[in-house]
Nanobody, 125 residues
Framework: QVQLVESGGGLVQAGGSLRLSCAASRRTFISYFMGWFRQAPGKEREFVAAISGSGGSAYYADSVKDRFTISRTNAKNTVYLQMNSLKPEDTAVYYC??????????????????WGQGTQVTVSS
């Protein structure tokens, strides 16, 4: 079992930045492929970014590429999402997720085994 706790959400103006953090409870964190997803009101949860266990490979949704950066510090069991040039359409609850095995299906919700409770990000225009 892995507990995931997100933090760092908040209210920011368009063009601003936020950094989200997700702390994992498991000491074998390095073996988990990690992802960030988001869900806006009235919309389905969607893929944002993912990172391999070693941190050597990262993947992004087209809508956030070149603005968001996913990273991880395995010594701290933590994954981050640096969000720059934020837009009102980035407003959503952001969730981190852990995949025990990792695969090419990193954009799929059902690929992930554990989920955090989410953190709200609101971008005002």
């Amino acid at each position: 079992q892995v507990q995931l706790v997100e933090s760092g959400g908040g209210l920011v103006q368009a063009g601003g930045s936020l950094r989200l953090s997700c702390a994992a409870s498991r000491r074998t964190f390095i073996s988990y492929f990690m992802g960030w997803f988001r869900q806006a009101p009235g919309k389905e949860r969607e893929f944002v970014a993912a990172i391999s266990g070693s941190g050597g490979s990262a993947y992004y949704a087209d809508s956030v590429k070149d603005r968001f950066t996913i990273s991880r510090t395995n010594a701290k069991n933590t994954v981050y999402l640096q969000m720059n040039s934020l837009k009102p359409e980035d407003t959503a609850v952001y969730y981190c997720a852990a995949d025990a095995y990792g695969s090419t299906r990193y954009q799929e919700l059902d690929e992930y085994d554990y989920w955090g409770q989410g953190t709200q990000v609101t971008v005002s225009s």
